[in-house]
């Protein structure tokens, strides 16, 4: 039973900030951090599938490069609900199947920072990625290219000090690739991994650098519709981020977090999973903890 039930190699495009420049612009990443768990690389067969994310991610300090307080008076609540839809073929290429998904978040950011803050809620970026989905015995993998459209809000002219973007306001490349080995006895190691290629946001002439991205999970199958796990994520940015083509001194960002899943899946029609995870090993970003739902239906 165990070996039937399949998952989708999913994301979330997070909600992000504008206050000051900090590496990857504004401390936020669109990663989809924290979005993969159990049978990540074991991608569904032929149909039309459903998935929505709930996510809650707050932070109340903003570090720098040493891991110290950056921002005083630092507090950020993000809510996401994100609507996924992928089609997965019955065509063939390079012996994988192909599939095709479509990610549009809506998002409700609020935001406070030195005495300031702000709040905003609306259509995020949205997502799109041709993917190829491969299974041989207890291994299945999948590979997919992202691509990250600034459709979202985005608001360059506010003479707010502290500024709730939704939308990042600019493009994004991210080639991904996910994998699972799952065995009988109900044993899951997943991850999903990625690396983000930034283009420049020209309303401020700031490019974010690029950066490796992971999300791991390990699992057991204690009954046949229950999973008891341990996931996370973790971050790091490998070239500066520049402003006007001068490169930003101190800039690379990385995050690192882990925390408790469960996921509950009694047929093979739909299945929910849960966690909580919390940020360590933060540099150059937000440092905060995060609350996911996800609910997959198969149509």
């Not at 690739?177 to 999903?192: H, I, N, V």
């Not at 996931?231 to 006007?244: C, H, M, S, V, W």
């Not at 999973?273 to 905060?288: A, C, I």
Request: net charge neutral.
């Amino acid at each position: 039973m165990f070996k039937n039930k399949r998952n989708l190699c999913c994301g979330l495009l997070l909600t992000v900030m504008s206050i000051n420049s900090y590496a990857i612009e504004n401390g936020s990443d669109s990663a989809a951090l924290g979005a993969e768990g159990t049978m990540a690389g074991n991608l569904p067969p032929k149909g039309v599938y459903l998935i929505t994310y709930y996510q809650n991610y707050h932070a109340d300090k903003m570090l720098d490069q040493h891991g110290n307080t950056s921002v005083p008076d630092f507090h950020l609540d993000a809510n996401a609900l994100v609507a996924r839809l992928v089609w997965m073929t019955d065509q063939k290429l390079l012996g994988g199947q192909l599939g095709f998904y479509g990610i549009q978040p809506f998002v409700d950011v609020r935001l406070s920072a030195a005495g300031f803050s702000d709040s905003n809620k609306g259509l995020g970026d949205f997502v799109f990625a041709p993917l190829l989905a491969w299974h041989h015995g207890n291994h299945h993998w999948g590979v997919a290219l992202e691509n990250v459209f600034p459709t979202g809000d985005y608001d360059k002219n506010s003479p707010k000090p502290v500024i709730a973007n939704i939308s990042k306001n600019y493009y994004t490349f991210r080639p991904m690739f996910a994998y699972s080995y799952m065995t009988a006895s109900g044993w899951d190691l997943s991850t999903k991994m990625s690396y983000s290629i930034n283009e420049k946001n020209d309303d401020t002439h700031y490019k974010s650098g690029d950066y490796f991205a992971f999300d791991y999970n390990l699992s057991y199958q204690v009954r046949p519709d229950l999973t008891l796990g341990l996931q996370g994520y973790a971050l790091k940015q490998f070239t500066d981020d520049k402003r006007d083509f001068v490169k930003v001194q101190d800039s690379k960002a990385q995050v690192l977090a882990y925390g408790p899943a469960v996921s509950y899946h009694p047929s093979r029609q739909w299945f929910l999973e849960g966690k909580y995870l919390f940020e360590d090993q933060v540099e150059n970003r937000t440092k905060g903890g995060s609350t996911w739902l996800k609910f997959v239906w198969s149509f």
